[in-house]
């Protein structure tokens, strides 16, 4: 994980620098909450060339099922030749964390102490494990409205507290993760104190949101991506349909930041939210990192 979350640094860096090719993603969707995504990248620096396919079937969570489903092609860049296929579920898991990671190195405060998560799912495991490896937690809190969930999540994971509600969770955390498929704001502004990074993973459709506008509006917010953001994320869209931000309220990609572009944190006590949608070249990245460490099954065609 310490080396998926310098190599997701690297790459976002490149994507806000313009050093990579990646179209925004195509999506289809083809259920109430269901949908299709093709998202497609090419790293010059790594020359790799590659694209994620994904399903995300919110609802298989009541059927003990990943709610997100994927393989990752990569090629190479030079001869267009197939070099491997991977899976996309885990590497979609763990990348999310790892640049999540990367926004709490450089927008969380240095003192922050009490995590706090909301939901209990694979990305919740997976964000405790990265978040360690860059802030030093005393205290971590977690809350979702399955008690089986939690008490199943808390006995699987060391120094980690069940919450009794949201809110208890929330209130005076320093670093607060939304790892959820709500469609609808899961905290609400006034339950965030000065100086908390916000990161939000779920909410990945223009009509869904897990905070309130008003929270959106109090903060500092970094996106992966403005023109992604700007067209999938609905905690973006509605805060600015509401009026609490305007289009020009984005401070900065997180690869801006991480590249020295634009400033991180500013002072102690700002609300900084980094609002994560996921980018394929993270995906082309993390699989090219799984190819070269090995041990996949080579089969010739």
């Not at 399955?146 to 809110?167: H, I, M, P, Y």
């Not at 990161?199 to 506008?213: H, L, T, Y």
């Not at 993270?282 to 070269?292: F, I, K, Q, T, W």
Request: include cysteine; proline fraction near 3%.
């Amino acid at each position: 994980m310490g080396e998926l979350i310098d190599a997701m640094e690297g790459a976002l860096a490149a994507f806000s620098a313009g050093e990579v090719l990646q179209p925004v993603r195509l999506t289809m969707g083809f259920g109430a909450r269901d949908f299709f995504a093709l998202m497609p990248a090419c790293d010059p620096k790594s020359n790799l060339l590659g694209a994620k396919l994904v399903t995300v079937v919110p609802d298989n969570a009541a059927k003990g099922l990943p709610s997100h489903q994927a393989i990752i092609a990569l090629f190479d860049r030079t001869t267009g030749a197939l070099l491997a296929v991977t899976d996309g579920r885990y590497i979609t898991e763990a990348r999310t964390a790892a640049v999540s990671a990367v926004s709490a190195r450089h927008l969380a405060r240095k003192d922050a102490r009490v995590l706090a998560m909301i939901g209990t799912g694979v990305q919740a495991r997976s964000h405790l494990e990265a978040l360690r490896l860059v802030r030093g937690f005393d205290e971590t809190r977690v809350w979702s409205p399955n008690r089986v969930n939690v008490a199943s999540f808390v006995a699987g994971t060391s120094g980690v507290k069940a919450a009794g509600s949201a809110e208890e969770a929330v209130r005076g955390a320093d670093v607060v993760v939304l790892a959820t498929s709500s469609a609808t704001p899961v905290i609400r502004s006034e339950w965030i104190a000065p100086g908390t990074h916000v990161i939000a993973v779920g909410a990945c459709r223009p009509n869904q949101r897990e905070m309130d506008g008003a929270l959106v509006g109090r903060a500092k917010l970094v996106v992966d991506s403005r023109a992604a953001a700007l067209v999938e994320s609905g905690d973006v869209l509605m805060a600015i349909e509401e009026g609490h931000i305007t289009a020009e309220r984005i401070h900065a990609e997180l690869g801006e930041i991480a590249g020295g572009k634009r400033p991180g944190r500013q002072s102690e006590d700002e609300i900084t939210i980094f609002k994560s949608l996921g980018l394929a070249i993270e995906d082309v990245v993390s699989a090219g990192l799984a190819y070269r460490h090995g041990g996949g099954t080579e089969v010739w065609l």
